[in-house]
């Protein structure tokens, strides 16, 4: 089945600087690529999406690139500021089985970021 | 506003004591799924629904049950609860099929067995 590995587990990175976390993913056939958020004491939330159709997707300060031949695809923040100080997850959509029209996310383990004041 | 529902969001229960927690969700989302988040270990599915009435294992099953006799409804079942249940829970619906595959969180249950 899909593996999604999610690098660093944690990320430290002085407010204003960019940070960038990395997953990586096995099945070719995978399509659609969402990033979540999760802030302390709450549920994860998608804050930017990416189908495979795409190299590289913007919303203000946070992009998702995606290379499709390495199969791995990334979330940069740019002048990180305290606020985006939480965890967040890749995940992966692949289909329950292949001939299956119904989808599933498979999730990255997670990244901390910390943004130093 | 659309969103899941858990209760309770803290519970703190011995040791075989049965427990459920409650998730329900306003979307009419055909697909929920229940996550335990351990640290350094992320999200590990335990059990999902497709549909009413269809229900099937995740990654970490053992020492839960789910049931899905309505839509909105996927209760998750703690028969005997062990200390090594003790974790944070999440329920999460989504439509499934769709190009926008999008999860949809309730707030968590933090849960301790001792």
């Known amino acids: 089945g899909e593996n999604v590995e999610q690098h660093p587990s944690t990320l430290s990175v002085q407010e204003g600087d960019s940070a960038v976390i990395k997953c990586t993913y096995s099945d070719s056939a995978s399509n659609y690529f969402p990033w979540y958020k999760q802030e302390l004491g709450k549920g994860p939330q998608l804050i930017i999406d990416i189908r495979s159709n795409v190299g590289e997707k913007k919303d203000q300060r946070i992009a998702v690139t995606l290379n499709k031949t390495a199969k791995h695809f990334s979330l940069h923040i740019t002048e990180t500021q305290p606020e985006d100080s939480a965890v967040y997850f890749c995940a992966v959509r692949v289909p329950f089985t292949r001939a299956d029209s119904n989808y599933q996310l498979i999730w990255g383990a997670g990244t901390k970021l910390i943004i130093k004041p | 506003e659309a969103q899941v529902t858990q209760n309770p969001r803290y519970l703190i229960t011995v040791t075989g004591k049965k427990l459920t927690v409650t998730c329900s969700q306003n979307m009419n989302h055909e697909y929920m799924s229940w996550y335990r988040q351990d640290p350094g270990l992320g999200l590990r599915q335990i059990y999902y629904?497709?549909?009413?009435?269809?229900?099937d294992k995740g990654d970490v099953p053992e020492g839960y049950k789910v049931s899905r006799k309505e839509k909105r409804n996927f209760p998750l079942i703690l028969e005997s609860p062990s200390p090594n249940q003790t974790s944070l829970y999440f329920c999460?619906?989504?439509?499934?099929?769709?190009?926008?595959?999008?999860?949809?969180f309730g707030q968590g249950t933090r849960l301790t067995v001792v």
């Open positions: 629904s497709m549909n009413v009435e269809v229900t």
């Open positions: 999460a619906s989504s439509n499934t099929g769709t190009v926008n595959t999008e999860a949809f």
